[in-house]
């Protein structure tokens, strides 16, 4: 037992496991201050009541939950959120998908098509709402305008103005903004696919469907995995778009939960509810990555 | 030797460091320091502020003014940030409307126990909005009514009551050359133009208790159903207002008016020079915001006032208060800003006699600000919203208000 007590703290503390955790120790500190604490300190909050300067003036226990469950409309928020982030990330992959493997042919000019895609990735999300905000201006609008002179839509609708055209815009924003980030990423893995495969696939009559069903989509699985989580995470939380081309409107019709947070906690100084909401997102997240991490390592396994 | 030689003179370094750092501190301790978040208004300039900063400090050399100047739109959030983190400034420019809730914090102090007589005497009463249950808490320093702005090429009626509007916007109206009225119908800020025609109908947000505190909400009264009804009935039936107003609002919608097209508006005082830096091909002209008929003019006016958080350079903030609010500065920062003065001297100023001040002054007699509660911004959204679901048709004007109101008593516990 002393043996082995000895033989234990001599692998936990012998002279290269000091240096590691020395070297570890900023990262440690750092994680600890600026990432649990808010987190712990949230989810505290939601069972305090809060006052105006967010600070905790009594335990409530799970009244503040309940209250925020007990809405109708935080259901419909939360549902909102999650169809916004399904129908956001399964866009921005295929879209993705399918540039990536138009960037991934051989062609001339084909460096510069993968510089031109980049650019709604590179601009910084609030500089591209707005400008998304002025395209779709009901009176001196690109949108509608093209829409008007091409003879599409000859009154076309107020795309901020009616509930469902504006989920649409906005969807569209976030989406627009992120199938650049996906199709690189998808294509970084296509071209780590040996051309092998493909020449040996070809000899033996293999048509293209089957080249991408078979070789390409097995090669990248693990690297659209990781793209999807990354994307839902970010598309979750997808604050700006939102709330520089509606602010939630019209009539809360593009709230998500992001939204409704900044709302409770910097406009209405409600920060038990916000930290209520929060919690709830951080849960939903967090599941989310456990599955998708579950999945990734069972087929590293495999 | 060497080495003994070096300890002593860093020693004899810091040493001297540490002794200057405390006469300076000294010399400080001495001096009392006022700290003064100034919102950025359109039109103030920056040297309009460190003129203002110098010559204060030069007047009184034993106080140190520091004017910080703030984005207006970042001012609430740096605000509260100070006041969380225990360094509130001892002097801020605020929304009045946000007096209750730093109220409710406890950091505010009454104004006038630090002014002299002469400056509160010479605040207009009609601005001291901020008159919280005999105390003044907030001393005005932007208050302006809203109007009615039009354009003299497009129409020279100036309605007497919003059912005349109706009908001189239904002759006007010629889209898409000639919109009759701008109605922004995308949320912006607050819930003003709701206001313009519900107070135009009589209506008040809350019922007023005896002791002067704000009851039950009554935005489902007759008169706000009137006034939601009228608008739906200018925006969707009559078809007078701009295209796509569901999704202006009001950054986007008043540049229509600029551009000659829209022939009314309801406006803030910046509309003169909002006109002339966007190219108006125009001069706009001016009347008040018409009641319906059989009611009392009463436009909204929003005030801005300059709040005293609890400290101990509270007398020194007080003398910079009776410094600024002089007519040499004030009226200038008036002026600059485009607001009419608050102050009772520099209202009489020549430059305040134009037919734009004229009728902003007549507008302030009568005019009504936002209920002062804690809870307006959330209430304002509610009520926005309840706004629109009519404009969509999702439900009549009764059934949105009698919502709005029971969502709002329920919020304040009513």
């Known amino acids: 037992?002393?043996?082995?007590?000895?033989?234990?703290?001599?692998?936990?503390?012998?002279?290269?496991?000091?240096?590691?955790?020395?070297?570890?120790?900023?990262?440690?500190?750092?994680?600890?201050?600026?990432?649990?604490?808010?987190?712990?300190?949230?989810?505290?909050?939601?069972?305090?009541?809060?006052?105006?300067?967010?600070?905790?003036?009594?335990?409530?226990?799970?009244?503040?939950?309940?209250?925020?469950?007990?809405?109708?409309?935080?259901?419909?928020?939360?549902?909102?959120?999650?169809?916004?982030?399904?129908?956001?990330?399964?866009?921005?992959?295929?879209?993705?998908?399918?540039?990536?493997?138009?960037?991934?042919?051989?062609?001339?000019?084909?460096?510069?098509?993968?510089?031109?895609?980049?650019?709604?990735?590179?601009?910084?999300?609030?500089?591209?709402?707005?400008?998304?905000?002025?395209?779709?201006?009901?009176?001196?609008?690109?949108?509608?305008?093209?829409?008007?002179?091409?003879?599409?839509?000859?009154?076309?609708?107020?795309?901020?103005?009616?509930?469902?055209?504006?989920?649409?815009?906005?969807?569209?924003?976030?989406?627009?903004?992120?199938?650049?980030?996906?199709?690189?990423?998808?294509?970084?893995?296509?071209?780590?696919?040996?051309?092998?495969?493909?020449?040996?696939?070809?000899?033996?009559?293999?048509?293209?469907?089957?080249?991408?069903?078979?070789?390409?989509?097995?090669?990248?699985?693990?690297?659209?995995?990781?793209?999807?989580?990354?994307?839902?995470?970010?598309?979750?939380?997808?604050?700006?778009?939102?709330?520089?081309?509606?602010?939630?409107?019209?009539?809360?019709?593009?709230?998500?939960?992001?939204?409704?947070?900044?709302?409770?906690?910097?406009?209405?100084?409600?920060?038990?509810?916000?930290?209520?909401?929060?919690?709830v997102t951080f849960l939903i997240l967090t599941g989310l990555s456990i599955i998708y991490s579950r999945v990734y390592f069972k087929e590293e396994r495999l | 030797m060497k080495r003994l030689k070096l300890v002593l003179s860093i020693l004899i370094v810091l040493l001297l460091a540490a002794g200057l750092a405390f006469a300076g501190g000294q010399k400080a301790a001495e001096k009392q320091t006022v700290t003064f978040f100034w919102a950025e208004y359109d039109g103030l300039t920056e040297d309009y502020r460190a003129s203002l900063q110098d010559a204060f400090n030069a007047a009184h050399p034993d106080i140190d003014a520091d004017i910080v100047s703030t984005d207006?739109?970042?001012?609430?959030?740096?605000?509260?940030?100070?006041?969380?983190?225990?360094?509130p400034p001892e002097l801020s420019v605020i929304g009045t409307r946000w007096l209750l809730e730093l109220m409710t914090m406890d950091v505010v102090d009454e104004v006038t126990q630090y002014l002299s007589k002469s400056t509160v005497d010479n605040i207009a009463p009609g601005a001291m909005e901020a008159k919280l249950k005999g105390k003044l808490m907030g001393l005005p320093v932007a208050a302006g009514a809203r109007i009615l702005a039009y354009n003299p090429n497009l129409t020279t009626t100036v309605p007497k009551t919003m059912e005349e509007l109706r009908e001189v916007c239904l002759k006007v109206n010629n889209p898409p050359k000639v919109y009759a009225l701008?109605?922004?119908?995308?949320?912006?800020?607050?819930?003003?133009?709701?206001?313009?025609?519900?107070?135009?109908?009589?209506?008040?947000?809350?019922k007023m208790e005896p002791d002067g505190s704000y009851g039950k909400c009554t935005v489902n009264s007759p008169e706000g159903v009137k006034a939601l009804s009228f608008m739906n009935k200018l925006a969707q039936e009559d078809k007078v207002v701009q295209e796509g107003y569901l999704g202006l609002d009001r950054m986007d919608s008043h540049p229509l008016f600029y551009t000659g097209k829209v022939a009314y508006t309801f406006i803030g005082a910046w509309v003169e020079s909002a006109a002339k830096n966007a190219g108006a091909p125009f001069q706009p002209k001016y009347g008040q915001i018409p009641?319906?008929?059989?009611?009392?003019?009463?436009?909204?006016?929003?005030?801005?006032?300059?709040?005293?958080?609890?400290?101990t350079n509270l007398e020194a903030a007080g003398t910079f208060l009776d410094f600024f609010y002089k007519d040499e500065w004030k009226a200038k920062f008036d002026e600059a800003i485009g607001f009419p003065p608050v102050t009772i001297s520099a209202g009489k100023l020549p430059q305040f006699q134009t037919p734009l001040y004229k009728i902003l002054g007549e507008a302030a007699l009568n005019a009504q600000g936002w209920p002062l509660i804690e809870e307006w911004a959330e209430c304002s959204n509610i009520i926005f919203n309840a706004q629109i679901e009519v404009h969509l048709g999702k439900k009549t004007p009764q059934k949105a208000l009698d919502d709005a109101a029971a969502a709002i008593d329920k919020l304040r516990g009513k």
């Not at chain 1, 980030?181 to 000899?203: C, P, T």
């Not at chain 1, 520089?244 to 992001?258: E, K, N, R």
């Not at chain 2, 207006?72 to 360094?87: E, H, P, Q, R, V």
């Open chain 1, 1 to 279: 037992m002393a043996d082995a007590s000895i033989s234990l703290k001599q692998k936990l503390w012998n002279s290269e496991a000091r240096l590691a955790y020395l070297l570890l120790l900023p990262a440690v500190v750092v994680l600890l201050t600026f990432m649990f604490y808010p987190i712990v300190y949230v989810l505290l909050m939601a069972f305090y009541k809060t006052n105006k300067l967010s600070r905790m003036v009594a335990f409530v226990g799970l009244r503040n939950f309940t209250s925020e469950m007990s809405d109708p409309e935080f259901w419909v928020i939360t549902g909102r959120s999650m169809l916004w982030t399904t129908l956001a990330v399964v866009t921005k992959t295929l879209f993705g998908m399918i540039i990536a493997l138009i960037l991934n042919v051989r062609y001339t000019g084909r460096k510069i098509a993968r510089m031109l895609f980049i650019i709604p990735w590179a601009s910084a999300v609030p500089i591209s709402s707005m400008l998304w905000r002025w395209v779709y201006h009901p009176v001196y609008g690109l949108l509608n305008h093209t829409l008007k002179v091409t003879g599409l839509w000859s009154t076309p609708t107020t795309w901020l103005g009616y509930p469902i055209p504006a989920f649409i815009a906005c969807i569209w924003v976030d989406i627009w903004i992120g199938i650049p980030f996906m199709a690189l990423v998808f294509l970084a893995g296509m071209q780590a696919i040996s051309e092998d495969l493909y020449e040996s696939a070809s000899l033996d009559g293999v048509n293209w469907w089957q080249k991408f069903f078979f070789i390409t989509l097995p090669g990248i699985r693990h690297i659209v995995l990781i793209a999807t989580l990354l994307s839902c995470l970010w598309t979750f939380n997808d604050f700006n778009t939102i709330y520089i081309l509606t602010m939630g409107g019209p009539a809360g019709a593009t709230d998500i939960l992001i939204t409704r947070i900044y709302q409770n906690a910097f406009k209405w100084l409600r920060f038990d509810r916000a930290a209520v909401m929060a919690f």
């Open chain 2, 291 to 311: 009641p319906f008929a059989g009611q009392k003019q009463k436009p909204l006016i929003i005030t801005d006032s300059i709040a005293m958080f609890k400290g």
């Open chain 2, 182 to 206: 701008i109605m922004p119908g995308k949320l912006h800020t607050e819930l003003t133009d709701f206001a313009y025609y519900f107070y135009a109908a009589g209506g008040n947000f809350f």
């Open chain 2, 72 to 87: 207006w739109d970042l001012m609430y959030d740096k605000l509260t940030t100070s006041i969380a983190g225990g360094k």
